[in-house]
T-cell receptor
Framework: GAVVSQHPSWVICKSGTSVKIECRSLDFQATTMFWYRQFPKQSLMLMAT?????????EQGVEKDKFLINHASLTLSTLTVTSAHPEDSSFYIC????????????FGSGTQLSVL | DAKTTQPPSMDCAEGRAANLPCNHS???????VYWYRQIHSQGPQYIIHGLKNNETNEMASLIITEDRKSSTLILPHATLRDTAVYYCIARGVNTGRRALTFGSGTRLQVQP
């Protein structure tokens, strides 16, 4: 099946620094990727939709200047958490549309971000 | 997308079949039923999806009632590695490039 690779799997950073998370579709092209966030014991919450070659679309309440998304190629989307603070500590998960008719979402393994 | 309702938790004995129910009474004719699962600290994993016919793959079987108002995911021989949160999601066929909306799912605990 289709594989989505997400890197790094975990990161610890100091407050005020920026962190970049990469999401790659390894064996298929993904014109659309999605970024989710998950807090402990909660479900996944969609943050933004990333379209190759165009600006990302953010969900209500998600700051676009804080969570920078770049989708410069058909196989790579990046999420940069700028000036991270402890409240940004969370599990970040990317996903990509795939399948014969883009009917399935394939997910990366997630990135656990801890901001000190 | 239609709302889905799942029990918050279930237990299953190892080696037995795990039957996970999902209610989607307001599902429309063009909405598929998708099942994903999330093992602790990992990204969700696609299991199976279907429209109205029962479906089976190497992981599970999906049984959809004739009126499509509910479905059951069946793991035929549950193992300890099947312990996870299972999400049932309704999603339209012609939704374009939209994400999946996750509810709270069912936490399945497979007991040795």
């Amino acid at each position: 099946g289709a594989v989505v690779s997400q890197h790094p799997s975990w990161v610890i950073c100091k407050s005020g620094t920026s962190v970049k998370i990469e999401c790659r579709s390894l064996d298929f092209q993904a014109t659309t990727m999605f970024w989710y966030r998950q807090f402990p014991k909660q479900s996944l919450m969609l943050m933004a939709t990333s379209n190759e070659g165009s600006k990302a679309t953010y969900e209500q309440g998600v700051e676009k200047d804080k969570f920078l998304i770049n989708h410069a190629s058909l196989t790579l989307s990046t999420l940069t958490v700028t000036s991270a603070h402890p409240e940004d500590s969370s599990f970040y998960i990317c996903s990509a549309l795939g399948g014969a008719t883009n009917e399935k979402l394939f997910f990366g393994s997630g990135t656990q971000l801890s901001v000190l | 997308d239609a709302k889905t309702t799942q029990p918050p938790s279930m237990d299953c004995a190892e080696g037995r079949a795990a039957n996970l129910p999902c209610n989607h009474s307001t599902i429309s004719g063009n909405e598929y039923v998708y099942w994903y699962r999330q093992i602790h600290s990992q990204g969700p994993q696609y299991i199976i999806h279907g429209l109205k016919n029962n479906e089976t793959n190497e992981m599970a079987s999906l049984i959809i009632t004739e009126d499509r108002k509910s479905s059951t995911l069946i793991l035929p021989h549950a193992t300890l590695r099947d312990t996870a949160v299972y999400y049932c999601i309704a999603r339209g066929v012609n939704t374009g490039r939209r994400a999946l909306t996750f509810g709270s799912g069912t936490r399945l605990q497979v007991q040795p």
